[in-house]
């Protein structure tokens, strides 16, 4: 197939897909090397952006997906007729800032560099499917580990865990103002509207 074509089949497979799809998936399916794919996703993510069009293409580590412009969220949302999902508690915040920075952590973790026990909130991120459980931690009791799902890098608009901030200094198990400031700017990030898919 020539680049076009694969371009175009490459935007089919998303389009169908309606999930990220992993990037082996796709050389597989199309017959060609990570290199040429990276390239033909750089080129429709380019397009995409450079014609202003409604889609976007969403990379998230190893996979990608197409999902709506943000800057439409709110006319997907009245036409779809779906209401707008709940808003992250600054609880919720923090103990997602835990997880993502300090992966794999225990709820037990959690409390200790949060202050307050954090299991009515660990449950929530479970629920809203941003964090998972990792596996068990092997000490007495056996405690479940957690970490960060794709659905938070998507969330968030992050491709891996490597372009998280960077953790600012902890002066007296407390966080500092700009760990504050960074929740509130991923806080307000969310209130401005997630990628639809």
């Known amino acids: 197939m020539e680049v076009k074509e694969l371009e175009c089949a490459l935007e089919a497979i998303l389009f169908a897909a309606g999930e990220p799809v992993e990037l082996e998936r796709i050389c597989a399916a199309l017959e060609m090397d990570r290199q040429t794919l990276e390239g033909i996703l750089q080129n429709l993510a ?15 580590e190893d ?23 709940p808003r992250l508690s600054q609880p919720a915040l923090e103990a ?4 993502a920075y300090f992966q794999p952590v225990t709820r037990a973790y959690i409390d200790q560099v949060r202050g307050v026990d954090s299991s009515y909130t660990v449950g929530l991120l479970l629920e809203r499917e941003l964090i998972e459980e990792a596996g068990r931690l092997a000490v007495p009791g056996r405690p479940i580990q957690y970490r960060t799902t794709k659905n938070f890098l998507r969330a968030f608009g992050l491709r891996s865990l490597e372009e998280l ?12 103002m700009e760990m504050q400031a960074r929740l509130g700017q991923l806080q307000r990030e969310q209130e401005e509207g997630e990628s639809a898919p």
């Open 46 to 60: 380019d397009g995409y952006s450079y014609q202003r069009r409604g889609l976007r293409l969403v990379r998230m």
């Open 63 to 85: 996979s990608c997906q197409l999902c709506s412009a943000p800057e439409y969220a709110s006319a997907v949302r009245r036409a779809l007729e779906s209401r707008k999902p």
């Open 96 to 99: 997602l800032s835990v997880v």
């Open 165 to 176: 901030p960077e953790l600012p200094a902890q002066e007296d198990g407390q966080m500092t």
